[in-house]
């Protein structure tokens, strides 16, 4: 089992950043890669991000793209968001993920961590 704990949410105004982090734990850490994800009130999860755990390469949806990072330590077994230029629409839990063997795997979920952009 893995375990992912994540944390940085909070209440953000228009043009602000915030930095997510997602902290794994349990058996041995190989993922094929972690993803963000978010769900806002009266829709459906949909993607965010995605870091190749061994290549680094990374993926966006196109409404964050030039705006969120997507980044990894290995050795602490962390994936990290940073949103800056935030905006309203971007007001959702964020979830992040571990994929085992091909990004359809998305095995492990983590609690999720409240952002709200608001003035």
């Known amino acids: 089992q893995v375990q992912l704990v994540e944390s940085g949410g909070g209440l953000v105004q228009p043009g602000g950043s915030l930095r997510l982090s997602c902290a794994a734990s349990?058996?041995?850490?190989?993922?094929?890669?972690m993803g963000w994800f978010r769900q806002a009130p009266r829709k459906e999860r949909e993607f965010v991000s995605r870091?190749?755990?061994?290549?680094?390469?990374?993926y966006y949806t196109d409404s964050v793209k030039g705006r969120f990072t997507i980044s990894r330590d290995n050795a602490k077994n962390t994936v990290y968001l940073q949103m800056n230029s935030l905006k309203p629409e971007d007001t959702a839990v964020y979830y992040c993920?571990?994929?085992?063997?091909?990004?359809?795997?998305?095995?492990?979920w983590g609690q999720g961590t409240q952002v709200t952009v608001s003035s």
């Open positions: 993920s571990a994929a085992y063997y091909s990004v359809n795997n998305y095995a492990y």
């Open positions: 349990g058996r041995t850490f190989n993922p094929y890669a």
């Open positions: 870091i190749n755990w061994s290549s680094g390469t990374t």
